[in-house]
């Protein structure tokens, strides 16, 4: 087999701010894996918040390629590539902040972006959808039909950041006119009172969208005991990381007596961390980039299976190519937050949808997905 990089700029129709943080635009690395005239494609893409730079993904895709290179075919290194390899999701409780990785540890959005392309590229060969392909390995041993059932699709969350809250109000009536059904409100700002004022201004517009909250851990405990309920009051439905990862004891005490579902994201970055967290709080968001890939996703959706704790499928930022190995698995979740390819300017990859509010995975063999040709524009 043969590997080879691509690095492209990814620019957002508008920046998006965040608690932490403002983004207007990031760097994705593509791989992609050819054997025998077919070809499989996987993306990752920079992430300042898991210490992912250009550089650093160019730089282990290259030797990830390079490892690829030694076997005969891509089923027999999608047999031998695997998730489970120590890396940075996974790590002892307070011993490490999310992204912070041991010298020679692979990073999940690696793995990730590997798997991807060798189950394009085995999909590809087989004449059949990677979903087809995971239900079977997930299946295997049990008396589950693996074919059963079609293409997986999910309502996703669209995510309208910090922004006055005018703008919110009006991207909100825009996206409920569109087709979506379930909004995803960024917050986390000095003065809680702006948070509070944007999910009314967005209520009043979408009044019968359902809503997420999202302050990316940006509250303490006592802030989020006090402002919970308040958002409860404004329909709000469940909250993602409401105090600060590290302390996944401390996230756990809130979801008790908290009035909404609380979602862990930044402190369930990979099985061990979703291990301790199981039954403990109400969901996971589990993103592919920070687990490790499909299969580490199928994994962790099995641990939490019957805990009380339910999947919610997450996404960065990235092209439709990044976004459709998860939206292969989106039958699996609660929650989908798969909209990553809608923030930006122009995805330069389609087939998986999302502009009316749902994302679909293709029934075309692989990922489905395609490469727009130069000069063309519009969506999926």
Sequence with gaps: MKATLRTVRLALAEPLRISRSTMAARDAVWLTVEHEGLHGHGEAVTSVYYGLDTATLEGRLYESGREL?????????????????????????????????????RPPAVTAAVEAALLDLCGRRAGAPVYRLLRADSDAGSATDAG???????????????VPAPHAAAQARALVAAGFGLLKAKAGTPDPEDDLDRIRAIRAAAPHARLLLDPNGAWTSDQARQLIPRFAELGVEAVEQPVAPGDPEALARLAERSPLPLIADEDAVGHEDVRRLAGRVHGVNVKLAKCGGPRAALRIAELIAGSGTELML??????????????????????????????????????????????????????????????EAGGP
Excluded: M, N
């Excluded at 076997?71 to 790590?91: H, I, K, N, V, Y």
């Excluded at 939206?327 to 389609?350: C, E, F, N, S, Y």
């Design 314 to 375: 997450g996404c960065l930022t990235a092209s439709t190519l990044g976004l459709a190995p998860a939206v292969h698995l989106a039958d699996r979740a609660r929650w989908a937050d798969l909209d990553g390819h809608l923030l930006l300017a122009d995805d330069p990859w389609t087939g998986i949808g999302g502009a009316d509010g749902i994302v679909r995975a293709s029934d075309l063999p692989g990922l489905g997905v395609r490469e727009k040709r130069a000069g």
């Design 69 to 105: 290179s030694r076997f005969p075919d891509p089923e027999s290194a999608l047999r031998e590539w695997s998730s489970d390899t120590p890396q940075s999701g996974t790590r002892q409780a307070g011993t490490r902040q999310p992204g912070e990785r041991r010298s020679g540890e």
């Design 148 to 162: 059963a059932g079609g293409a997986p699709s999910a309502r996703t969350a669209r995510t309208i950041g910090i």
